[in-house]
């Protein structure tokens, strides 16, 4: 599995947006970024996936570069309701075989008022 | 909105003794997994189930775990002989199989196991 380099934890103002940086620099050409969060010990939420191309949607956009040794979520507008432990996971495509996800420690996000 | 259901939300046992956790996944879904969650670490995989079998297990899923699919909606967790380790948040995951779609898991609220 490729590995992912996330922040331990992030503070963010509500109503503000949330950047939340992922570096995966062994990534394979056929391995996508995905993004989970989890709030508060409940079950893990999927948020976004891609490969190369930026991508959005109604929780969040995933800004991936160029080279694709890295990543961004984007929380356009924070809310404190988005407070939770957000995961950058990077897999082979999840709609083939029984990929499983691999959870590393996160990012906790804090979305203060 | 679908959604996978666990029961219980919470169940303490005696060491020693016998769990199961119950899992309804979202209908159409076909491939599950257990997860497990030890309170402050990370989120760990136990087990996928696909076809009425166990396509991958982790190391963490020894003898004494064993999971079914007795009546075609439900999906089980047993714990044969409970140990204090074992507490943990147990989540169960559903996704459908190909065709298009992003193939996410899809988590359930978790059953927390409490061994004394």
């Known amino acids: 599995d490729a590995k992912t380099t996330q922040p331990p934890s992030m503070d963010c103002a509500e109503g503000r947006a949330a950047n939340l940086p992922c570096n995966h620099s062994t990534i394979s050409g056929n391995e996508y970024v995905y993004w989970y969060r989890q709030i508060h010990s409940q079950g893990p939420q999927y948020i976004i996936h891609g490969l190369k191309n930026n991508e959005t949607n109604e929780m969040a956009s995933l800004i991936i570069t160029e080279d694709r040794k890295s990543s961004t979520l984007i929380l356009p507008h924070a809310t404190l309701r988005d407070t939770a432990v957000y995961y950058c996971?990077?897999?082979?495509?999840?709609?083939?075989?029984?990929?499983?996800?691999?959870f590393g420690t996160g990012t906790r996000l804090l979305v203060s008022p | 909105e679908p959604e996978v259901t666990q029961t219980p939300s919470h169940q303490v046992t005696q060491m020693g003794q016998e769990v199961i956790l119950r899992c309804v996944p979202i209908?159409?879904?076909?491939?599950f997994y257990w997860y497990r969650q030890i309170l402050g670490q990370k989120v760990e995989f136990l087990v996928s189930f696909y076809n009425n079998e166990i396509s991958e297990k982790s190391e963490i899923f020894d003898d004494q775990f064993s999971v079914e699919r007795p009546d075609g909606s439900n999906f089980t967790l047993k714990i044969r002989s409970t140990k204090l380790e074992d507490s943990a948040m147990y989540f169960c995951a559903s996704r459908i199989l190909a065709g298009g779609v992003t193939g996410e898991l899809f988590f359930g609220e978790g059953s927390r196991l409490t061994v004394l």
């Open positions: 996971i990077v897999r082979g495509p999840m709609n083939t075989g029984f990929q499983k996800l691999v």
């Open positions: 209908s159409n879904h076909l491939y």
